[in-house]
C-alpha cells in the first residue's frame, strides 16, 4: 500500500495556510448564498410576489454559484455560457463522476 510522505516543515504550513484560506473561501461563499436567498426573498416579499412566486430555495443559489465557478474554471462567458474550454470541462466532469463512484462504493 502506498503511503504519504511526511510533509516538511515548510510544506507544512504552507498547507495549513492553504487550509485556512481555503476556509475562509467557503465562509464566506456560504455567506454569499445566504445573502442572496434572503435578498431575494425579502425582494419578492417586498413587492407583494413571494406569495406566489416566492424564492428558490437557498440550493438554487448553490447551483447558480456552481455553474459561475464552472464557467470560470473553463474560460467561459458566465452570461452566455459560450466559449468554454472543452478538454478542461471534461477533466472537471471526469473528476465529479470519479467522486459519485467513490461515494457509491461507500454506500454513501
Known amino acids: 500500500m502506498d503511503t504519504c510522505p511526511v510533509p516538511t516543515p515548510e510544506e507544512a504550513r504552507y ?15 456560504a455567506k454569499a448564498i445566504a445573502r442572496a436567498f434572503e435578498t431575494a ?37 458566465r452570461a452566455t455560457l459560450e466559449g468554454g474550454d472543452v478538454s478542461v470541462a471534461t477533466a472537471i466532469i471526469n473528476n465529479y463522476q470519479g467522486l459519485k463512484d467513490s461515494w457509491a462504493q461507500a454506500g454513501q
Open 41 to 77: 426573498a425579502s425582494e419578492l416579499g417586498a413587492i407583494g410576489l413571494a406569495q406566489d412566486m416566492p424564492a428558490p430555495p437557498e440550493d438554487y443559489f448553490v447551483a447558480v454559484a456552481h455553474q459561475g465557478l464552472f464557467c470560470d474554471l473553463c474560460g467561459a462567458e
Open 15 to 29: 498547507a495549513a495556510i492553504l487550509s485556512r484560506a481555503e476556509d475562509v473561501m467557503h465562509d464566506e461563499i
